[in-house]
């Protein structure tokens, strides 16, 4: 099955930096990437997500990367601030396996003010 | 985007005892997915429940610990059963987008068990 590899486990960072988050993933045959903010207390969030057939996608401060040949993608966050801090998960599935995710292990981000 | 409501939130149980836990979505859906976190760990599928038919699990997740009921397309329960401390953890129910596939959580229920 698949399986998913997600660095750093923590990040702290100064608001204003960037911040990135990488996972690898196993499974050549995965074709969506989704990534999810979890806030304290409450579920994870869907921030953004990739397809297969896509290399980058963007929105507002988030940008994700895909490198289907290497089997990694990454989580771009730009000019943090401190309602970013949480923690993150990436995630990787075949869409055809009906949406049944494979979460990495989760990076938590620190943004100090 | 659809609502998932889950009941309860949170609980504090004793060991050997049973809890069910409930989802509510807003709308219609074939697939539920139950997820369960451990304490600062990442989140793992027990199980997909099908409205009409027995809930398929993930390996390393068997129904006699984790009955699932599926009577409806809009409500499931999961029910954690004979419960030990290693069971504390946030169990969350997630549904489909019709549309894009998107995965929904609900907001969780964290179970702490003495």
């Known amino acids: 099955g698949e399986n998913v590899e997600q660095h750093p486990s923590t990040l702290s960072v100064q608001e204003g930096d960037s911040a990135v988050i990488k996972c690898t993933y196993s499974?050549?045959?995965?074709?969506?990437f989704p990534w999810y903010k979890q806030e304290l207390g409450k579920g994870p969030q869907l921030i953004i997500d990739?397809?297969?057939?896509?290399g980058e996608k963007k929105d507002q401060r988030i940008a994700v990367t895909l490198n289907k040949t290497a089997k990694h993608f990454s989580l771009h966050i730009t000019e943090t601030q401190p309602e970013d801090s949480a923690v993150y998960f990436c995630?990787?599935?075949?869409?055809?396996?009906?949406?049944?995710?494979?979460f990495g292990g989760g990076t938590r981000v620190l943004v100090k003010p | 985007s659809a609502v998932i409501s889950q009941k309860p939130s949170r609980d504090i149980c004793q060991r050997g005892t049973s809890l069910t836990i409930q989802c509510q979505v807003d709308?219609?859906?074939?697939?539920m997915f139950w997820y369960r976190q451990q304490p600062g760990q990442s989140l793992t599928l027990i199980a997909t429940?099908?409205?009409?038919?027995?809930?398929?699990?993930e390996s390393g997740f068997v129904i006699d610990k984790f009955p699932i009921s599926r009577p409806n397309l809009t409500f499931s329960t999961l029910t954690v059963s004979n419960m030990s401390p290693e069971d504390s953890s946030i169990y969350l129910c997630?549904?489909?987008?019709?549309?894009?596939?998107?995965?929904?959580f609900g907001e969780g229920s964290r179970l702490t068990v003495l």
């Open positions: 995630a990787a599935t075949l869409k055809a396996a009906g949406n049944k995710l494979t």
């Open positions: 709308s219609q859906v074939t697939m």
């Open positions: 997630s549904v489909p987008s019709r549309g894009t596939g998107e995965l929904f």
């Open positions: 429940a099908n409205q009409g038919s027995e809930a398929t699990y």
């Open positions: 499974d050549s045959a995965s074709n969506y």
């Open positions: 990739i397809r297969s057939n896509v």
